[in-house]
Each structure stands twice: as C-alpha cells, then as structure tokens.
C-alpha cells in the first residue's frame, strides 16, 4: 500500500493550508488515516488521527485550529490547517493502517511534505 501526500508549502502566518493523502494499492480496508509531523530537532509526533467510525483525536497544539477527515470511497485523509503558526512549521507525514486483500496487515507512510510557515 502506497501513500501519496499533497499540499505543503509555504505560508504565512494567520494563513491556511490543506493537506491531502491518498492510499493506493491492495486495500481491502483502512482502520485508521493519521498525520504526524517533524520539526526541525525534534521527534516525530502525533498531529492528527481519524479512526474508519469518524472518530479523531488532536494533539493538544493543534486543537481548535487543525481538521482531519477523510474520504473513504477515496482512501483520502485530509488535514484543515488554520490560523497557523510558526512552530506548525515541519515535515508534514501521513500514516495508514489496515489490511490487504490477503488479509494481511499494513502500516504504511508517506514521503512527507514540507509546511513552513513565515512569522
């Protein structure tokens, strides 16, 4: 299974930005479509999850002003940025988990996309 992610770039901030991710191959079904991020010097971490009931969770620094959702038909997670911040600034990573039409599980990644966001 294959992520392919879509919409970074550079912004200032105040401003808006959506991210897109799409899943391609083998995918008999996705339990989940999330997006991590990584600043510069720092670990990767959680920004973002839905779950296939609709059910998300946020990291505490984007509540309120970051959106998941997602279109199942298309295997698409999306990600609403708003009012962004300078330290919303990282490399932008999408993640899947399901399984194949051999019922075999998966946990995949995207190639991630730069956000960076000018003060």
């Known amino acids: 299974v294959q992520l392919q992610a879509s919409g970074g770039g550079l912004v200032q901030a105040g401003g808006s930005l959506r991210l897109s991710c799409a899943a391609s191959?083998?995918?008999?079904?996705?339990?989940?479509m999330g997006w991590y991020r990584r600043a510069p010097g720092k670990q990767r971490e959680l920004v973002a999850h839905?779950?296939?009931?609709?059910?998300?969770r946020y990291a505490d620094s984007v509540k309120g002003r970051f959106t998941i959702s997602r279109d199942n038909a298309k295997n698409t997670v999306y990600l609403q940025m708003n009012t962004l911040k300078p330290e919303d600034t990282a490399v932008y990573f999408c993640n899947s988990q399901g399984a194949d039409y051999d019922f075999i599980p998966f946990n995949s990644w995207g190639q991630g996309t730069q956000l960076t966001v000018s003060s």
């Open positions: 839905i779950r296939s009931d609709g059910s998300t």
């Open positions: 191959g083998s995918i008999r079904s996705i339990n989940g």
